[in-house]
């Protein structure tokens, strides 16, 4: 009896575990704090390991807090998809209310987490929070500047990292800020390209002609170079205290140039199987890249 009890409490507790990884979007949120410790590593005079894990923390707690509130937003058309259909509250696990709770509790946690780093640096989550939730999520069936809105929030954590290490904002946040933001079209119009129908049938638009056309490549490519230009830019001093290398600049190139590569191919070929595998060259880049800038910093 207390096998099968404690088996079932075991089951329970996987199964909210599991709701909240997906109410919170744990890998796209992990990527976030991803860009936010790197960002801190690039801005920080000496590394302070409380201030890493706060960081991580309310990073975490702030892109959880968007994803929750956007689900339980699109609730009615996550259930239209069949990408998102299985969601917590779509699919019924989890009840709007839960979610919202979820979502404010995540929230204040994240705000209290950023401001002990600074209030500035709490200032730039809590701008993600609301643009992510009441621009950006709204945006999404009425245009596609949507993703122009979106890429905004989406661009604030690798920027954020350094803020919270330097409690300021110049020129290397603002680099910093420019290469993920150009980063974000390529990325999501790739994604969008694969998902197109799906995205129809929750009334989003996220193709920048609306369409899987010419006019839509063309604008993958040319965000992409704009994203090389920036990424390789501390190269030439422009840029404060964030310096890059002459050979981390050419390996930073290169890695823009493949993923530029495969924007061509899909200009060529216009099918779903060359998106994803544009959409995975940029996941690679992005990382990579934040890598490379780190570790070019330290050596």
Request: charged residues 15%; hydrophobic residues 50%; proline residues 4%.
């Amino acid at each position: 009896m207390k096998s099968a009890t404690g088996t079932l409490i075991n089951s329970g507790f996987s199964s909210v575990l599991s709701d909240f990884k997906e109410i919170t979007k744990v890998r796209l949120a992990v990527s976030v704090v991803f860009s936010s410790i790197a960002g801190y590593f690039l801005g920080a005079y000496e590394l302070q390991w409380s201030a890493i894990l706060l960081l991580a923390f309310g990073g975490y707690c702030m892109v959880g807090a968007s994803n929750a509130f956007n689900q339980v937003i699109e609730r009615d058309l996550d259930a239209l998809m069949k990408r998102t259909q299985n969601r917590p509250i779509p699919s019924g696990r989890m009840s709007v209310s839960s979610a919202m709770t979820t979502a404010v509790i995540l929230t204040v946690l994240g705000i209290v987490a950023l401001y002990i780093l600074s209030p500035k640096t709490a200032m730039f989550g809590a701008i993600s929070i609301f643009l992510y939730t009441s621009v950006y999520t709204p945006l999404k069936t009425k245009t596609p500047l949507a993703v122009f809105v979106g890429a905004i929030p989406g661009a604030i954590p690798f920027m954020l990292g350094w803020v919270a290490a330097t409690d300021d904002f110049g020129i290397e946040p603002g680099t910093l800020f420019m290469i993920q933001f150009f980063w974000q079209f390529p990325h999501f119009w790739a994604l969008g390209w694969m998902l197109d129908e799906d995205y129809k049938k929750g009334g989003f638009k996220m193709l920048p002609t609306g369409k899987k056309d010419t006019g839509t490549v063309l604008q993958i490519i040319l965000y992409t170079i704009w994203m090389i230009v920036i990424s390789i830019m501390p190269v030439f001093g422009f840029t404060g205290r964030l310096h890059l290398s002459i050979p981390a600049a050419v390996i930073v190139l290169v890695m823009g140039v493949v993923m530029l590569i495969f924007a061509f191919k899909l200009y060529e070929k216009r099918d779903n199987k060359t998106a994803r595998s544009l959409m995975l060259a940029s996941v690679s880049y992005i990382t990579l890249m934040q890598i490379v800038y780190v570790i070019d910093k330290f050596i």
